[in-house]
């Protein structure tokens, strides 16, 4: 049983996801603790962050729900309409276009630095207890909750804890959790870029041997640029490519965008620094262990190939304030295992599918075998010739 004073839930770490956690519980009726090792800086709008998201609509519509997603929208959150997916190899593209959804857009490209700005407000407003800076250290559990230690000296208790904590997360690994990894030997390098030609609200995506090329148009910054010319791209690279990439000079790096993107939308020019992430897959083989939940990267960490990462996190956080909201309203526990078990089977199984099917797709689109060489683009094609095949694939990608 929770003692007086105590939070119902204890969340460790604020990013995207610990934040959205944060608020979604805390909205629900639960008393809620929020632990970040770091103090996120205020977004400004002329700083824009080198991290971006495709948020698809679904989880757009969780924000809204929140309550934070006007503040977002009306910050910096550009609406693409289109999205366009090919093979250097040949072969047709494949096409996705908001209007044959009957929707005004596929989703939303936006700054982690805006969502975590715009989520850190609200969780304060909405009366969350905020250690920060501070990190775990120590975990005790048993039946009843767990027993939290933390850096700066602090214990802090609570019924149920969230391992929200990032990829290597410290509170599932002191839970025991196990994860099973998956190195793809790859990087994401991430950079803001202009095109000669414009973007006109496409997200596009070629796929190269090395891995996939995508550029996500954003909104403009610069009040004299040309209006619409601005993208971020995620550059999927072997990792000693990645380290070439990253050492070469504006203009060669310029040279060899615009040649791997195939000129596509013209020259493209450099307009930040260049930053490369390392990429693999790793899936925790449990969700829950005890009374300890973990959610988001520290639960799934996904290859970026379809920007899917941060929108299967809140997924996880969308599924587990309906399930709170359901016993709470059925006067139920709404930590009783069985429960959270549920919880973790269907977000368990969702997660895992996704994963394995990025991981399929950047195997056959990295192949350099003739089989899978001669497939991919007739294979890109017929998903866009036909409708239900289209339908299915947007369908999972927007959570609608
Ligand atoms: C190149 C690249 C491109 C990507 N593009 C997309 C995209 O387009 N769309 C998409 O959906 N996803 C994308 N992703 C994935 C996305 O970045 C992650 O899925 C997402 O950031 C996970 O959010 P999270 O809140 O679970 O973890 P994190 O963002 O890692 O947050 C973890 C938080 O926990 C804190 N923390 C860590 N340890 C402790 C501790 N011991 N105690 C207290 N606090 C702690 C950290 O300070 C941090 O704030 C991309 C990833 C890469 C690498």
């Given at each position: 049983?929770?003692?007086r ?18 608020l ?12 970040e090792a ?25 924000l809204?729900a ?5 503040g ?26 908001a ?14 630095g ?10 304060i ?11 775990i ?12 230690q ?7 208790e ?6 929200a ?13 196990a ?7 790859q ?10 030609q ?8 070629r ?22 010319h601005?993208?971020?791209?995620v ?45 693999r ?11 300890v939940?973990a ?30 909201v359901?016993?709470r ?7 009783a ?17 996704a994963?394995?099917a990025f991981?399929g797709?950047?195997?056959?689109f ?19 010739r ?9 369908r ?5």
């Open positions: 049983m929770r003692r004073g105590q939070p119902d839930i204890a969340i460790v770490g604020g990013g995207v996801v610990g934040l959205a956690a944060a979604a519980l805390a909205r629900s009726g639960l008393d809620v603790a929020l632990v770091a103090q996120p800086p205020a977004w400004q709008a002329q700083r824009p962050d080198l991290r971006v998201y495709a948020l698809a609509p679904d989880n757009a519509a969780l809204a929140l309550g934070v997603w006007s977002i929208a009306g910050a910096r959150a550009h609406a693409y309409r289109r999205m366009r997916v090919w093979d250097a190899g040949g072969g047709d593209d494949l096409v996705f276009d209007d044959t959804f009957g929707r005004r857009e596929l989703g939303w490209i936006v700054e982690h805006l969502l975590v700005d715009r989520l850190w407000q609200a969780v407003a909405a009366g969350v207890r905020l250690d920060c800076p501070a990190r250290t120590g975990l005790e559990q048993d039946a009843d909750g767990v027993r939290l933390l850096d700066d000296g602090s214990r802090l609570a019924t149920l804890a969230l391992a904590d990032g990829a290597e997360s410290t509170l599932r690994d002191l839970a025991g959790i994860v099973d990894r998956q190195d793809y030997k990087r994401g390098l991430v950079a803001y870029v202009t095109t000669a414009a973007h006109e609200d496409t997200a596009w995506q796929f190269l041997p090395g891995g996939p090329l995508a550029f996500l148009p954003c909104s403009d910054v610069d009040a004299d640029a040309p209006r619409g601005r993208s971020s791209i550059w999927t690279v072997p990792d000693d490519e990645a380290r070439h990439l990253l050492a070469l000079g504006d203009t060669e790096f310029n040279r060899a965008l615009t040649r791997a993107f195939d000129s596509r939308l013209g020259q493209v020019t450099l307009q930040s620094n260049r930053v490369a992430f390392p990429l897959r790793q899936l925790a083989r449990d969700y829950v262990r005890g009374r939940v959610v988001g990267d520290a639960a799934h960490v996904v290859h970026p190939l379809a920007g899917q990462g941060v929108n299967l996190g809140l997924r996880d956080i969308a599924a587990l304030r309906d399930s709170v359901a016993a309203a059925s006067r139920l526990d709404w930590s295992q069985d429960r959270l078990a549920r919880w973790a089977r269907t977000r368990k199984s969702d997660n895992a599918v994963a394995h991981d797709i950047n195997r056959m990295g192949s350099r075998a003739a089989v899978p060489t001669l497939l991919r683009g007739p294979l890109l094609g017929l998903a866009g036909v409708p239900p095949l289209a339908h299915l694939l947007w999972r990608a927007s959570g609608l």
